[in-house]
Every structure is written in C-alpha cells, then in structure tokens.
C-alpha cells in the first residue's frame, strides 16, 4: 500500500538527514580549507588567478570542430577557465575535466546549468509551487532536481531566482515566487536547502546560486533587462529579504542581475555586493554575473569599454566573469597598470576555490561524474511521483459555482476542448534541461486514463493559443453538445513567459475566449484549466465559466496531476503568491496598498478618491486566494495577551474547523497592520501562514507567535524598528478574506 504524500516526504527527508550528518563528519573543517586554499594561491600566477574568473558556454565543447571549439579547450588546458555553463552528462563532463587536468595546477572546473525546475524531470515552474505554500514539497523539488543534475556531473545550478515579482508582464516572474517578502523568503530558504542540503559536497546535491542580486523584479515597466528606480526603504523592506533568507540558509553563490538599480549596474554596484552581501552580511559565497552583464556596461553608457567594465566590475565585487571576457581579456593587464589591486583579484579566486574545495573536487574531480549513478538516478521512478505531488499542489481553485467540480463517475461523455488539451512540450514551461519533453504526460492522455472505459472523452482543438482562426470552433461546438461537461485548455505555449518574454497585454491570446463564449453558448457546464507562466487576464471566463482550475505550466507529470485534482483523487489547495489583475493598467496591484490621504471606503464612492473610474482597485483575484473541495471555519481567536514590551511576544491561537465533506488543506495566513508609524505602512502584511490538513468535521487550535521581528520595518533612516503603538491583527484563507480579527499594543 502506498505510503500517503506527506509522509513520503518525511521518509525522502528523513534520508536526506541521515544522509547529511554521516557527510558532515567526513567533511574537511573551513580552517583546513582556508589553508588548501591559501597554499594553492601562493603557487599561482596572475593569469592562472585571472582563469578562475571566468565562466564560458561549452555547448561547442561537445559539437563538431570550430575554431570556439579549440579556443576553449585551448584556455581550459592552460587554467584559463575557472566554470563551463551548458556542458552536462557524465560522458561529457568528465571528458571536458580530463582537459582542465592537463593544465599546470590542476585546478577542476565547475559545470554549471540553469536547473530551475527540474533536470530530467520536469516539475511545475517556479510560480506555480510556490502558489502550494508546502515548503517541505517545495525543498523536495529542488533535491530531486539537484540529484538528477549532480547525477550528471553539474555541481551548481543557477536557482533558486528570489526576485520579489510585482508585475506579472515581466516575464520571469515564472522562475520566482511571486509578489510577497515574507513567503519568498521562506521558499527561498526551502529552494536554497533543497538544492544544496545542509552543507556542500554531497553527490546528490549541487550549489545553489541565489539570484538576480537585486531588484530585478522590479524593472521599469515590467520589461526584461530594464532599469529599476526604487527608494532605499523600498529596497530594503520588500527586495532584499529573500536574498537574505538565501544568504542565511548558506547558499553558495549568488548572481548579479541585468538592470541598473537607481543608476548604477548592479554588476557594478560595490554597495550590493561590497557593503550589503560581503560587508553587512559577511557572506563567504562568490558572485558570479549574469551572462554577459560585465560587458553590459558599455552599451548602458556606464563604462567606456570592456576594460573599463572589467575595472569596474571587479572593484565592485563582481568575483566571476560569465561570457563577456572582460576579465580574460583585461584583468591582468589592469592588474600590472595599476589600474587594480592585485588583492581584489586574490578575494575573488579565494572564494571560487573555496567552493571547489567543500565540493570535495580536488580530492576527486570526476566525484559527480558516475555513469551507474547517472542512470540510476535519472530512472528513478520516484522522481515522476514527486513531481505528480508537486504538481498537485501548484494547482488552484479559482472558482467552482454549483460544485462543478470534482467530477462524477456519473458522467459519460466529457468534452475536452482546448489548444493544449494535447499538448506535451507546453506543459513544461520554459527552462528544461534534459527532459524529453515527449514524456510528459498530456492533459488528454491523463484525462483519458483516470476517465475509464465508461466515459467517453471527446477531443477537440478548437483554435491555436495564438492566431485568429476560427476554423475549429465547429467541431469543438459538436463535441461540446454531445457531452455532459465541457473541459477548456487555454493559456500561454511555454515560449511565452519567461527571460526576455515580456508581453505588454498579459490578456488570454488569441481568440480562446471567443472560442470559450462559443461553447458557453452550448448550455453545457464549462470548466476552463489555466495553463500559463504567469497570472493573466481572462475577465469573461472568470465571470462566466462554472469552475476555473489554474494549473500554471505543472510539469512532467501535468496530465495525470490535474486528472487527480479534476477528479477529487487530490483536494486542490493552492493559495495564489500573486495578485491577479482586472487590467493591464492596474499593475502593480500587489496586496500590499497603502490608505493613501483619499481612500476608498464604500463601494461605489470613487469621486476625488484614489480610485479608477472604469474599473475597482482591488484585483480580479488576490494575493493569498484559492478554494478546496470542502470549507473551513475560523473561531476563538485568543490572544495571550494585549500587550507586550520588544522583549515579549503574544500568542494567537484561533480553531480551524473543517466544516465540508471531505479532507482538505488548508493554508492560514497571519497579516498585521501598523495603522500609525513613522513611515506609511501598508493595510496588510503576510507575517506568517500553516498550511493544516483536516478531516470532515475535524478542528484544530492552531497557534502563530508574534514578536518584535514580525513588527519591525525599515524608516526613513533604514533602521530596523518596531515602533511602540497599536496594532491590527488579521487573520484569514487569503488576503482578502479575513476571517477574524484582533487588536494587540506594542508598549515603549
């Protein structure tokens, strides 16, 4: 008998424990690390220091001869090359080290990928786990993903990304965690420890890289590789947080982003990377710059050439150069002009060896190149049934009238309509690595399957995602007649969402939403399934549909993950981490709004308010929102007490009662208020959340500790305060549906 999901998860931790601990006491201490790497860079000349600075793509490495081809190897055997990007496999791996360890120190190579969301197994897309608030499911993820990459010879992935994103037109908002600070803080932390475990070296593990530092999310218009403007408070409060947690839970490396943050390109800013990450929080990690940001510069009008750039850079912090060759082409040559401090170039190498020594790869270089191991693992079974669970989780309920869903075993003949009903390589999303996309399981092929031989299942395309061709709206209207239910596939092809997929109308493409008012029109119940990167806009289908299931891009396991969720074998319990618009011009409508001097305080009272005139303020969909299959009520709120002192803290307790027919999950979210402070507060911030599983009929008294940390913001003077005064507790399924409500003071 199959063991149920969460205690899966607790045995695949329980192993990832006892895993750990038995690693931990094989593992060299840091001051005899600190020695290995201090004798090694008294052996090494400038230019082979400058080599471990610099990062290249080694796609041409395992392709036909080219003059790239033989440069790189060319650099790789004189130490010219500290990482290669892009080469994966055992076979290719070790083939490539073989050449690093003909160079004059022998120093092995890091191999590097952009492991987001899966190696060869595809889970859902960042996004969506993160609309699963399970960070035990989410930490899960990762380590699969981590042991199917390290399998293959990778020893670091560039993931997690922890960019606060609040506007969903920017198209990465796929690869983080969506809009709120304290929620992508805890993932960041589940992600870093899933991907590195609880220290480095292990062969199931790789480094994590905490990315894009700082305030990407937060580009000028929702446009891939923009400018961002922002205030300190701004930055401190909602942007750094997550790298912190990131930081704090030992990631490993971290990458700096794209975008100028108030003037200056982050990869040039010595207050990022100096004064925040190596100063204030003494990280001991390496940066390494996002592709090509080094040479950037120059087009960005900040440096006058890749030398300066290179100068630039590396005084700022900038420890590895990924694929400008600003630091191959110039560093060592700046170095003896005098132009940079030998000793920035020695902090720089310092740290990347470091690494490679907790990797354990100067003691075994070919360590995570096991060809049985990489079989093995790859063809582990128990990697698709994590992503099925995974992807079970993602999933949320945004509207269910009549209890359309789940659906019966009454039902003969289901309509399953749609431009992805059959669609596979969609269902991935963007960033695969090693998957065949061709097995993952289709929506139809799922469908079909939990169905059985006594229901019918009638396909029809209908239209294509994008274009405006109406053609298969005919048969898709027959087959709509015929059946008892209709189920819709709309959404976004993979290449839609993701880096440099920025859309600037995040509308339902295409005429899927004509094609839904044609099947609307048949009379028969329509469920619409949601299948995108990002939150989009679909006004007439969420006014009219019967239920709504928003299954984000859900992976390998996506056909049979949304069956069990269509058929209530899973009780969907997804909360959204991000706020949904009415309208484009509403973004950024993240939850987190301020009273402002005029506020809306009655429906319909809008004149000389801060409002708009055609459409509310409030989102189509909020921040914390997602349905079940059964119903909860909150009562008893408790407070242990209605005061405390900054040393102190207050209980809340409140009962959690599951008052439907059947088990379900769900996800409790704590927020509080500041209503008076010396810096405008937001209405609303999430200080904590549980997510509670419960049997029909069952209660339980669920229990969050407030304390200074949960009331402290940054004021003007970006100091760290918990200001003394009252405050609004509130307490509910999502942000905008509080259930209880408390008072509580904060005294001098």
């Known amino acids: ?67 790239r081809k033989n440069d790189l ?189 108030n003037g200056t390109p982050a990869t040039a800013s010595s207050y990022l990377q100096r004064d925040i990450l190596k100063g204030q929080w003494k990280y001991q990690g390496f940066v390494v710059s996002d592709w090509g940001s080094i040479g ?88 698709r049934v994590a992503a099925r669970q995974m992807a079970q989780k993602s999933m949320v309920l945004l509207k269910n009238e009549n209890n359309a869903l ?26 695969t690595v090693l998957a065949d996309t061709t097995e993952i399981v289709s929506i139809y092929d799922g469908l079909t399957k939990r169905a059985g031989k006594n229901t019918q299942v009638l396909y029809a395309k209908g239209c294509d995602v994008e274009g405006n061709s109406r053609q298969g709206f005919a048969a898709a209207v027959e087959a709509a007649k015929q059946a008892d239910v209709v189920v819709l596939t709309v959404g976004e092809t993979w290449d839609m969402t993701g880096e440099a997929k920025s859309r600037a109308d995040i509308h339902l493409p295409g005429v899927q939403e004509e094609l839904f008012n044609a099947l609307k029109a048949t009379g028969k119940p329509v469920v619409a399934v949601m299948l995108a990167g990002r939150p989009l806009i679909f006004n007439n289908i969420a006014d009219r549909a019967e239920a709504i299931l928003y299954a984000w891009w859900p992976g390998s396991e996506g056909g049979n993950a949304l069956a069990d969720v269509l058929y209530g074998d899973y009780n969907p319990a997804g909360k959204l981490p991000s706020s949904f618009p009415r309208a484009v011009g509403q973004i950024p409508v993240a939850y987190t709004q301020y009273s402002t001097g005029r506020p809306v305080t009655m429906p319909g009272q809008i004149k000389y308010k801060s409002a708009y005139i055609d459409v509310p303020n ?62 405008v507060r937001p209405l609303k911030e999430l200080k904590d959340f549980q997510k509670v599983m419960l049997k029909p009929g069952e209660s339980k008294t669920i229990t969050f500790t407030i304390d200074k940390e949960k009331l402290a913001f940054y004021n003007q003077k970006l100091e760290w305060v918990a200001e003394p005064g009252d405050f609004n507790l509130m307490l509910g399924s999502a942000s905008d549906d509080i259930r209880l409500e408390g008072k509580f003071t904060l005294l001098p």
Request: aromatic share 8%; proline share 4%.
């Open 73 to 261: 190897l060319n650099s790789i055997r004189s130490g010219q090359v500290g990482s290669m990007l892009n080469v994966k496999g055992v076979k290719d791996t070790r083939e490539i080290q073989a050449e690093a360890l003909k160079s004059r120190l022998k120093i092995p190579l890091l191999f590097s990928l952009d492991v987001i969301h899966g190696y060869k197994t595809v889970f859902p897309v960042p996004l969506a786990e993160a609309a699963s608030w399970d960070m035990a499911a989410i930490r899960l993820s990762a380590h699969v993903a981590a042991k199917e990459a390290a399998a293959s010879g990778i020893h670091w992935t560039f993931a997690p990304m922890v960019d606060v994103g609040r506007d969903p037109r920017w198209g990465r908002v796929m690869e983080g965690a969506g809009e709120d600070t304290y929620l992508g803080s805890q993932i960041a932390k589940a992600r870093v420890l899933g991907f590195q475990g609880e220290k480095l070296g292990g062969t199931d593990a790789v480094m994590a890289c905490a990315k894009h530092f700082a305030a990407y999310g937060a580009a000028i218009a929702g446009r891939d590789y923009n400018a961002v403007d922002m205030s300190q408070q701004q930055l401190w409060e909602t942007y750094l947080p997550p790298f912190k947690a990131a930081a704090d839970a030992g990631a490993a490396t971290f990458m700096n982003s794209f975008n100028t943050l």
């Open 618 to 679: 409030t989102p189509r969909y909020a921040f914390g929102y997602g349905l079940s299959y059964t119903t909860f009520r909150y009562s008893d709120l408790k407070l242990s007490s209605p005061t405390m002192t900054a040393a102190e803290s207050i209980q809340v307790q409140f009962t959690l009662t599951n008052t439907g027919n059947v088990a379900g999950e769900e996800v409790t979210q704590l927020y509080l208020h500041d209503p008076i402070a010396s810096t």
């Open 406 to 431: 789940p659906l019966g075993k009454q039902l003969r003949k289901i309509a399953l309509i749609g431009p992805l009903s059959k669609a596979k390589r969609d269902l991935g999303g963007s960033w």
């Open 296 to 383: 950037e510069m120059v087009p960005w009008g900040y440096a006058q050439n890749l030398a300066d750039a290179a100068q630039k850079a590396i005084a700022a912090g900038s420890d590895m150069d990924m694929e400008s060759d600003a630091y191959h082409q110039n560093l060592a040559h700046l170095v003896k002009d005098g132009k940079v401090d030998v000793a920035q170039v020695d902090e720089a190498v310092r740290r990347i060896l470091r690494k490679k020594f907790e990797l354990g790869l100067f003691d075994d270089p070919y360590k995570f190149s096991d060809a049985k191991r990489e079989k093995k693992v790859l063809n582990d079974p128990q990697n």
């Open 1 to 67: 008998m199959p063991l149920p999901s969460s205690k899966r998860l607790f045995f695949s931790f329980l192993l990832l424990s006892v895993s750990a601990s038995a690693f931990a006491q094989q593992q060299p201490s840091s001051a005899a690390i600190e020695q290995k790497v201090t004798a090694l860079l008294q052996q090494m000349t400038l230019e082979e220091k400058v080599g471990q600075l610099n990062q290249y793509s080694g796609r041409e490495l395992t392709g036909p001869a080219s003059n």
